[in-house]
């Protein structure tokens, strides 16, 4: 999969992330999706080492790591997108990851395999997100995973998925491919999301 074949160097790292302003010691982002492994990945390819075990069972999990003199906290989730959880059991994985994300993340990247995103899990996440905050999509960024089987033209295919779509348009049209993306890039759309945001956190 693209984007995972080196440990990114936190050296290079130091311009991107001083776009962060001077008040904020700490980037806080939920990693949300239709699979656990693909964002287990994209968490570990932020980290820069495998701090989240991608064939492990999906839970509630959080951890950080530095980059320069600013530290960034990643809170996986449970695979919240799945039809058969119930009411109560959704609500209570929201408040652990509430908890974790605590006092509230910056913005949700929402690491989506366009192949397997249904319109039924296109719904459970927009219900996730409106669990969370009502303004989550204000915070969110889509990171768009690399296709299992790539052919001619799959970005445009994939962009043009009818879930996938909807998403991109409620997130403002923020959007990434995660093939070829390099980290810096990455760290900054992040911090984008935060700025448009008046550097404010979600309020739960």
Known sequence: MGGTSSVPDRRQLSSSFEFLPPDMSELRVVLLGNSW????????????????????????????GQLIDKKIVLINTPDL??????????????????????????????????????????????????LFSDQSFHHSLV????????SLGFMEKYREHPPLKDIIKKCNYRFLW?????????????????????????EH
Do not use: M, W
């Open 81 to 130: 997108l799945h039809p058969n959880i119930p009411d109560d059991k959704l609500t209570q994985y929201v408040e652990n990851c509430v908890t974790l994300s605590a006092p509230g993340p910056h913005v949700f990247l929402l690491v989506l395999q366009p192949e397997d995103l249904t319109e039924e899990q296109k719904r459970n996440l927009c219900r996730v997100l409106q």
């Open 178 to 202: 995660y093939k070829n993306l390099e980290l810096a890039e990455l760290l900054t759309r992040l911090v984008q999301v935060v700025k448009q945001n008046n550097e404010k956190h979600v």
């Open 37 to 64: 492994s693909e964002r287990s990945s994209v968490g570990n390819f932020i980290l820069g080492q495998p701090k989240f075990n991608t064939n492990g069972k999906p839970c509630c999990v959080r951890f950080q």
């Open 143 to 150: 990171l768009i995973s690399t296709p299992r089987q790539e």
